[in-house]
């Protein structure tokens, strides 16, 4: 059963006086859409409001964003000063992104770095990958490891290296190793939930104001097959 997330039940992984960063639920949305569904920076915006008795607006900048179907690791930050920074962080790829995933097929190497060429479908909100450049693509590279064979899946440790749309994705798919749950890029039934096996498993950074090192790791969702995989 899908929970929603609500400001009484946000599943927060580290919160300092500049940054909160949450464990995203399958389904919260970046932001608004034609859903109607409420936004998970509207949540977390309501949770430091009533947290801090804050009156009038509680400024709150997103930094990135994660597909809806997509779980794990969502940074926010607190401070128009952090948010400055953090988007340069991202932005200059000063940040160590960790993903997991599970597929049903195995991968043709138990490890492998990806080099695809990235093109975007505006139309259906889709990417594709292509072994080489095309017109309008851009360039895409992963690292993957296997770090478990369960009994019908593979599970993947993701290393991302460049942030494009869809990127885990369409590379997967592209070597044949479509997401569980992912109908969109190929994989053959949805999940109960609507969502997928991709995790945004840890997050390593620099604060932005204390500079000091930080890591965060993000608890996989409650199901039988992450929970096979997470010790």
Not at 137 to 149: D, N, Q, V
Request: proline share 5%; net charge positive; aromatic share 6%.
């Amino acid at each position: 059963m899908k929970i929603l997330t609500t400001k009484d039940n946000l599943q927060i992984l580290h919160e300092d006086n500049h940054l909160i960063v949450v464990n995203k639920r399958v389904g919260d949305i970046a932001q608004g859409d034609n859903s109607g569904d409420k936004p998970l920076p509207d949540i977390v915006k309501e949770y430091l409001k009533e947290k801090y008795n804050k009156p009038g607006d509680v400024f709150l900048g997103v930094v990135h964003r994660l597909d809806r179907p997509t779980t794990g690791i969502v940074v926010f930050a607190k401070t128009s000063k952090a948010l400055t920074r953090m988007n340069d962080l991202f932005s200059s790829r000063e940040t160590q992104k960790t993903y997991w995933a599970v597929v049903k097929n195995k991968p043709p190497k138990e490890e492998d770095t990806l080099v695809h060429y990235i093109k975007r479908n505006q139309q259906n909100n889709t990417s594709k990958a292509h072994s080489k450049e095309v017109p309008d693509s851009k360039k895409a590279s992963l690292h993957y490891t296997i770090i478990a064979e369960l009994d019908n899946y593979f599970a993947l440790e993701i290393e991302l290296h460049t942030g494009r749309h869809h990127q885990i994705r369409a590379q997967l798919q592209a070597i044949g190793c479509s997401i569980k749950g992912d109908l969109k890029y190929g994989f053959d039934r949805s999940n109960p939930d609507g969502g997928i096996h991709l995790h945004a498993r840890k997050l390593c950074f620099i604060h932005p104001v204390s500079k000091k090192a930080l890591t965060i790791v993000a608890p996989v969702p409650k199901d039988v097959i992450w929970n096979a995989i997470e010790i």
